[in-house]
């Protein structure tokens, strides 16, 4: 039996997310059974090691036994009470005490709701339409946000999709990611239009592009010079590449964050939150309107708990930041030894590598005309021998607590094998 045949006939695509559908590498999807974890395993009998750990939340590794015991005792109780529960009130407390800038916060079911609920907040709150965010980042794909995004849609070539009005995409001002005069130049002009500036402080859906801490500090300032609101998209980094994510790394504070991935622990739980006093223009306190059936639902405030405690231990990014490191160079050094010109990056435990001339890949246009054909080569040889990797280059890679030596190594002997091929 071909499974995606079988699922292109009743699923668009055959896929619940496009870049699934292997786009960007050539080939067909491979279907999952189960997983253990840093293994795959495959409806086709095949067994991987995982560098995607469901795009970033299975950071402990899958099936966990912490959080499967939290989920199965939760699930016992009630799969949805659509009303509150002290569970979320002990996530928005973990929350806060991970990342202390989140006074206070919503939850709600995935990043994109997270995204898309922090700029209507930052809009309702500012009273100001036009938003700032930057080419190649991705918050999702609601419509003022799905205008030269990354990930899915610069997998696809379609970064700005069809269906997003264009009056509305008229209040979305994109510009070069770390391009500090460019944002200087936004805000000369605009001033006091602009709601918010939204941005992935560590891009992660452009391959992994780090903002400059200079970049990062400057639109801190400018925001708050002009009154308007600073969106850190910390759906991937949040958690992962340290424990207070992104803004603990560069010690800069935004006034919101969004949440999502890690913080579900593979169950559909995301956030956002802030400043209190932002945060208190949310319905029911104030007019701004956000809701959701699902949000808060206990069987996901279980698993992302279970997870956010057990990251939450002396040594755990210390490790998972080394493990990674390990990876990364490994990768490196085969790539040099091929002499395969590659640039990587690594903060916690989030990776990336572009093939590419350059040194450092800081900008967008330096990922967008990186060798994407090397890279497809690299992703099915790396395949075959049993690594399984973001099917796309314009994606990060995830370590989990779960990767041992024992996978490190083996992911880069098969490396150094597919390098000599390239
Ligand atoms: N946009 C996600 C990664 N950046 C991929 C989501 C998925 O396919 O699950």
New binding site residues.
């Given amino acids: 039996m071909n499974h995606f045949d079988d699922a292109r006939e009743f699923i668009a695509g055959g896929v619940n997310?496009p870049?699934?559908a292997f786009a960007g590498v050539g080939g067909e999807p491979v279907f999952m059974k189960s997983a253990k974890g840093a293994w795959l395993h495959t409806e086709d009998g095949r067994e991987l090691i995982d560098y995607i750990g469901s795009?970033g939340p299975m950071i402990l590794g899958h099936c966990h036994p912490a959080v499967i015991d939290a989920v199965t005792t939760t699930a016992q109780n009630s799969l949805s009470f659509g009303a509150p529960c002290v569970l979320e009130t002990r996530m928005a407390r973990k929350i806060h005490e991970l990342m202390p800038q989140m006074e206070k916060l919503r939850m709600v079911s995935s990043g994109t709701e997270a995204t898309m609920s922090a700029i209507r907040l930052a809009r309702g709150h500012t009273g100001r339409d036009k938003i700032i965010k930057f080419e190649g980042c991705?918050h999702g794909h609601s419509d003022s946000l799905l205008i030269k995004a990354g990930?899915?849609a610069l997998t696809l070539g379609v970064p700005s999709s069809p269906g997003v009005p264009a009056g509305l995409a008229e209040h979305t001002i994109t510009l070069s990611f770390n391009d500090t005069d460019a944002v200087r130049s936004a805000f000369n002009e605009l001033g006091e239009q602009i709601a918010c500036v939204i941005l992935e402080p560590i891009a992660g859906?452009m391959n992994m592009v780090p903002g400059d801490v200079e970049f990062l500090q400057m639109l801190r300032d400018e925001c708050t010079r002009t009154g308007t609101i600073l969106i850190f998209d910390e759906v991937m980094t949040g958690f992962r590449v340290a424990k207070g994510g992104a803004q603990a790394v560069y010690g800069i504070a935004p006034d919101l964050t969004t949440l999502g991935k890690i913080v579900g622990g593979g169950m559909p739980a995301a956030a956002f939150g802030g400043r209190a006093e932002i945060m208190s223009s949310i319905a029911p306190d104030g007019p701004v309107y956000q809701a959701g059936t699902l949000s808060g639902n206990p069987v996901a405030m279980a698993a992302g708990l279970a997870t956010l405690e057990n990251i939450d231990v002396d040594g755990f990014y210390e490790d998972l930041s080394a493990k990674t490191r390990q990876l990364v160079d490994g990768l490196k050094g085969a790539a040099d030894d091929a002499s395969v010109p590659m640039a990587v990056e690594q903060e916690g435990g989030m990776f990336g590598f572009v093939f590419t001339d350059d040194d450092k890949v800081r900008r967008f246009d330096q990922v967008a005309g990186a060798d994407i054909e090397r890279f497809r080569h690299f992703f099915h040889g790396m395949l075959d021998a049993g690594v399984y990797l973001a099917p796309s280059a314009f994606?990060a890679g995830f370590v989990s607590a779960a990767h041992g030596d024992a996978e490190i190594e083996r992911t880069v002997t098969a490396a150094r094998e597919v390098m000599k091929g390239l």
């Fill in positions: 997310s870049v699934r795009w991705y990930s899915g859906n994606e």
